[in-house]
């Protein structure tokens, strides 16, 4: 999956989205218009005028007024709604009833839940998101929301829990993270509050139409109350009007998404078997994907699944059997009989040792799902199948990142897993080997934080010894959820202090420099998600000196001397510029902070160009054939300045 092209992509969305919502203004505007007409007689004044040839002076200026109110109407609520989610990810989570996932939880699913989240995290080079889930939903769904990847939010309900393998599970996750990377996300938190505004008037019209059915009102009789009930009636079908366009544009934005997102999970995973797994299941159960909480349709589309019923105009996702031959080809429908057959012959022969022959009380647990190969003849005999290809190994980035958390000690985890221990964790990762400089920093966190987490933070700095490089970037991404929950003073004093300790050693390593600059990046997004940065404007010749200069960094650190750094330097920058001259410089020791401005502009490029960039930065990397620690380190980090995962096949 072309990350670029997505992000193309999501801008064409975000147009169409646009036009159909300016559409469906139109639309309740004009039935506003009109229904103040007939509210007020206009109909019946029209008979009269026409026939005497008389103008009415003051119908431009009510109809002005109306015109104004249903506007800012839509607007305030659309603004209203989309302010009570600026807190990202968490707040889309907790508006569906979603649960924070404990990160000491002791329950086995949601272990492995968390595992399979931080696994993928690692692996695309985001930082872990916040985890929820949805207790009381038997159905199979999962949902990613928020502005960035610094405040995203992945929640997953009891039904993924209860059913899916851990294949499935991670083949779930991997869709999400999809929307994650693709920026997906801000878009959906949009459109939430786009289709709070153009549904409010049917809410506004059931009040009004309630309100005059309750008082007894009738029209010939009592004129104002029989108006207000006609009017909320009118009111209450020109919303109508509102959750057409509405469910409309939740499809139109939806639809094409999902089933990108689909192999953009199969890409990440190299296995299809996972994430066809779970939509198998979600076939053959009675709940499938659908939703039990009242606000279902609001997020209808960002869900992996259907929350509902809908109807072939309005439906989010495409058809079930459609997503499953798109993975697998040889996929015949017969198949899910056979598998239902199973399923519930595995259901009924669970023992329960706590509630009998009671099978309703045991967990469900679905059987992983046959390969085609292992079907029995008859079933596939009525219909020619396409052979299955054989299975692919695990994704390398998915290997590399299992084998990084299950290398990080126990106690290292346990630190990454809470607030104060995380910030203690953060100070620890940034401290020097050298005593005469673990001195000095010593003395900055004491004075900032006290002695108590001077003293914790040097003993965790002992421990750092005993973890490969590669480890630190990913233990702070680990322990980013809980950093997040520290108050924003604290957050502050933090940064400043890392930027002081870091700055204690004149010559600022390349570790040290990756660490602040994530973890700056990071958290400052995450204070403040809807100031996030969108995607720029900016071309690649406009940045001419930020890109020799990145390219310079990672040259540098990757070559054994100075004239391999400048051969992979010219073969970055000719595939970056070609045709334009540049000339080679070592790099200066003071090259922090120019490096800092490099990447913040660069960040404002077009997607386009961004992907040049990265391209030509794996040229430079793979120019002695083999990549280091460092440079998938420094890759990482750049990756991260530019908002755009990490390329497939550039770790180790």
């Given at each position: 999956m072309d990350f670029f092209a997505e992000q193309a992509r999501v801008r064409s969305s975000t147009r169409m989205l646009v036009l159909l919502f300016v559409a469906a203004v139109l639309a309740i505007v004009a039935a506003v218009d009109m229904v103040v007409l007939l509210v007020f007689g206009y109909p019946r004044h029209f008979v009269r005028l026409f026939a005497t040839g008389q103008t009415l002076h003051h119908l431009p200026s009510l109809l002005s007024i109306s015109t104004i109110a249903v506007l800012g109407l839509i607007a305030g609520c659309a603004w209203y709604r989309i302010?009570?989610?600026?807190?990202?990810?968490?707040?889309?989570?907790?508006?569906?009833g979603g649960e924070p996932?404990?990160?000491?939880?002791?329950?086995?699913?949601?272990?492995?839940?968390?595992?399979?989240?931080?696994?993928?995290?690692?692996?695309?080079?985001?930082?872990?998101?916040?985890?929820?889930?949805?207790?009381?939903?038997?159905?199979?769904?999962?949902?990613?929301?928020g502005y960035s990847a610094s405040d995203a939010a992945i929640c997953v309900t009891q039904g993924c829990l209860d059913h899916l393998t851990r294949d499935e599970l991670q083949g779930v996750i991997a869709h999400e993270f999809s929307h994650v990377l693709n920026g997906d996300m801000r878009l959906n938190i949009r459109l939430m509050g786009l289709l709070f505004g153009i549904m409010a008037l049917s809410v506004i019209g059931r009040q009004l139409a309630w309100s005059g059915t309750s008082y007894g009102g009738r029209y010939d009789d009592d004129r104002g109350r029989g108006g207000g009930y006609l009017f909320g009636f009118l009111l209450l079908i020109i919303g109508s009007i509102g959750h057409f366009f509405g469910r409309l544009i939740q499809a139109a934005v939806a639809r094409s998404r999902e089933a990108l997102a689909d192999a953009s999970a199969v890409q990440f995973t190299r296995q299809t078997r996972g994430i066809a797994g779970a939509l198998k299941k979600i076939a053959v159960l009675e709940e499938g994907s659908q939703l039990q909480v009242a606000n279902r349709h609001e997020v209808a589309h960002m869900m992996f699944g259907d929350v509902d019923n809908f109807n072939a105009w309005f439906a989010t996702h495409p058809p079930l059997l459609t997503r499953i031959r798109t993975l697998e080809p040889w996929f015949r429908e017969r198949?899910?009989?056979?598998?239902?057959?199973?399923?519930?012959?595995?259901?009924?022969?669970?023992?329960?040792?706590?509630?009998?022959?009671?099978?309703?009380?045991?967990?469900?647990?679905?059987?992983?799902?046959?390969?085609?190969?292992?079907?029995?003849?008859?079933?596939?005999?009525?219909?020619?199948?396409?052979?299955?290809?054989?299975?692919e190994p695990k994704d390398k980035a998915l290997?590399?990142?299992?084998?990084?958390?299950?290398?990080?000690?126990?106690?290292?985890?346990?630190?990454?897993?809470?607030?104060?221990?995380?910030?203690?964790?953060?100070?620890?990762?940034?401290?020097?080997?050298?005593?005469?400089?673990?001195?000095k920093q010593k003395r900055l966190i004491a004075n900032a934080f006290g002695d108590d987490v001077q003293w914790a933070a040097s003993k965790l700095a002992v421990d750092k010894a005993t973890i490969p490089a590669t480890s630190r970037l990913p233990l702070i991404a680990l322990a980013f959820p809980a950093l997040k929950q520290l108050p924003q003073g604290r957050l502050q004093t933090l940064l400043e202090t890392l930027d002081a300790v870091v700055s204690v050693d004149p010559l600022v390593g390349l570790e040290d420099y990756c660490l602040v600059r994530l973890l700056r990046m990071y958290l400052l997004e995450a204070l403040k998600p809807r100031q996030a940065p969108i995607d720029g404007q900016k071309k690649l010749p406009a940045c001419?000196?930020?890109?020799?200069?990145?390219?310079?960094?990672?040259?540098?650190?990757?070559a054994n001397d100075d004239g391999a750094a400048r051969r992979a330097w010219l073969l970055a920058m000719n595939q970056a510029l070609p045709g334009m001259t540049a000339n080679w410089r070592t790099l200066p020791l003071d090259w922090q902070t120019p490096f800092d401005r490099a990447l913040d502009e660069l960040d404002g490029l077009m997607p386009a160009a961004k992907d040049i960039v990265i391209q030509s930065l794996l040229a430079a990397i793979r120019a002695d054939g083999v990549v280091t620690p460092t440079e998938t380190e420094l890759l990482r980090v750049i990756c991260a300045s530019l908002h755009c995962p990490v390329p497939a096949g550039s770790t180790m």
């Open positions: 302010n009570s989610l600026s807190a990202g990810g968490k707040a889309v989570a907790e508006d569906v996932v404990p990160p000491d939880t002791q329950d086995p699913r949601l272990r492995q839940l968390r595992n399979v989240i931080e696994e993928v995290a690692i692996a695309s080079g985001t930082p872990v998101p916040d985890i929820y889930f949805l207790p009381n939903e038997p159905g199979i769904n999962a949902f990613a929301a198949e899910l009989a056979q598998f239902e057959a199973q399923m519930h012959a595995s259901l009924q022969a669970e023992p329960s040792a706590a509630t009998g022959n009671d099978t309703s009380a045991v967990t469900r647990v679905l059987p992983p799902l046959e390969w085609p190969g292992q079907v029995g003849a008859a079933v596939l005999a009525a219909q020619p199948t396409v052979a299955p290809p054989p299975v290997q590399h990142a299992a084998a990084l958390q299950q290398g990080i000690p126990g106690h290292l985890d346990e630190a990454a897993r809470q607030p104060e221990s995380a910030l203690t964790l953060a100070l620890a990762l940034a401290m020097s080997e050298h005593d005469d400089l673990q001195a001419r000196d930020s890109v020799a200069l990145v390219c310079a960094v990672v040259a540098t650190y990757g």
